[in-house]
């Protein structure tokens, strides 16, 4: 059974920063494809971030490149996505997601993860 706890979100002024913390066992963060993803209310679920370990494959969505930066620490069981230069459109629920797979040719979309979880929210203020 696989679990995915996140953690890190919270409130913040547009052009700060804050770190979602994702916590999965080891075989998780090295043999599945990782992901981030967001949602805000009447929207569909959007992909943000996704990475392989085993192969060091890394994907960003084009409204976050430049600024998030998805990385693992296998020490700690940890999944980070790293927010920078906030914007109030980055205002989510974000969740962490994990698949058995390596990602392919990633494109963000939700159906392609099958383990979710519970998303924290982070609120981003102009």
């Known amino acids: 059974q696989v679990q995915l706890v996140e953690s890190g979100g919270g409130s913040v002024q547009a052009g700060g920063s804050l770190r979602l913390s994702c916590a999965a066992d080891?075989?998780?963060?090295?043999?599945?494809?990782m992901g981030w993803f967001r949602e805000t209310p009447g929207k569909e679920r959007e992909g943000v971030a996704a990475i392989y370990s085993s192969s060091g494959r890394i994907y960003y969505a084009d409204s976050v490149k430049g600024r998030f930066t998805i990385s693992q620490d296998s020490a700690k069981n940890l999944m980070y996505l790293q927010m920078t230069s906030l914007k109030p459109e980055d205002t989510a629920m974000y969740y962490c997601?994990?698949?058995?797979?390596?990602?392919?040719?990633?494109?963000?979309?939700?159906?392609?993860?099958?383990?979710w979880g519970q998303g924290t929210q982070v609120t981003v203020s102009s």
């Open positions: 997601a994990a698949d058995l797979g390596t990602c392919g040719e990633w494109t963000g979309y939700e159906g392609d993860f099958t383990y």
């Open positions: 080891r075989y998780t963060l090295s043999n599945f494809c």
